[in-house]
């Protein structure tokens, strides 16, 4: 059983405070998307990457892809104005019609132990995305004013990747599309179909590189994980 992952590579480093691609800067003297393409290049279930980027990256991007030895990305596309039109792009170029997940292009930290989970899920069931529990207190608020304590238990904070069967995710992008209506994610827009979407418990440390202190907390990971390796 193997996969095609979706990567959306059009994004912009405004939150990261950086005058470029957040995922162009480095720890470990490494980018962050080549980072996170090399868990994909060295997981044996996936077959194939495709990317969506902006059309002034593309070269840069596929310079980078050669000089690292990334040899699963099949095809690269240009991407939308908002992440969801960028998944969508990919998904029309996908070579797969089975598995696919979408994954954010800066969260390098994904175990191949969650995306596998993932990946099985989303074959029995159609659609399976990643999440942690939230470990806070949460309180909903209005105009700045305690409304009431929201039981945590049944709270989870949302990650990727976010897996589902080839079909599901395209009915679910078309129609969206169609209307004209932006989610917050591709689970969004599959619930809107009226479909079971299922979690599979991930790792705190699958975080989304957003700020210069991600940067530091990167090394940090990096660090951790491969003192495990040893």
């Known amino acids: 059983m193997g996969y095609t992952v979706l990567l959306p590579a059009a994004g912009s480093g405004k939150r990261m405070g950086a005058d470029r691609n957040k995922l162009f800067l480095e720890f ?15 997981d044996q279930m996936c077959k194939h990457i495709v990317l969506a980027v ?3 990256e593309q070269e840069f991007i596929e310079q980078l892809i050669f000089e690292y030895g990334i040899t699963k990305v099949v095809a690269i596309t240009e991407g939308g104005t908002e992440r969801q039109h960028s998944v969508y792009a990919c998904l029309k170029v996908s070579p797969s019609k089975g598995i696919v997940l ?10 191949q132990s969650v995306i596998h989970q993932l990946v099985e899920k989303a074959q029995q069931s159609g659609a399976a995305i990643a999440a942690v529990r939230a ?4 309180k909903k608020v209005d105009n700045g004013i305690i409304q009431e304590t929201v039981d945590r238990e049944s709270l989870w904070i949302i990650q990727t990747p976010q897996a589902f069967q080839y079909d599901v ?3 679910a992008e078309r129609l969206a599309d169609e209307e004209s209506f932006v989610g ?22 699958n975080v989304k590189m ?13 660090k951790n994980r491969e003192r495990e390796e040893l």
């Open 54 to 56: 902006k059309k002034e």
């Open 184 to 205: 917050t994610d591709e689970s969004m827009l599959v619930e809107r179909l009226g479909k079971c979407v299922h979690i599979v418990e991930s790792t705190y440390d």
């Open 102 to 111: 979408v994954h954010d292009a800066a969260r390098p930290f994904i175990k």
């Open 28 to 42: 470990n003297n490494v980018s962050i998307l080549i980072h996170t393409l090399r868990v994909f290049e060295y």
């Open 169 to 171: 995710l395209e009915e």
């Open 210 to 222: 957003t700020t210069q202190e991600d940067l530091l907390l990167g090394e940090v990971i990096l």
């Open 135 to 138: 470990k806070d207190t949460m």
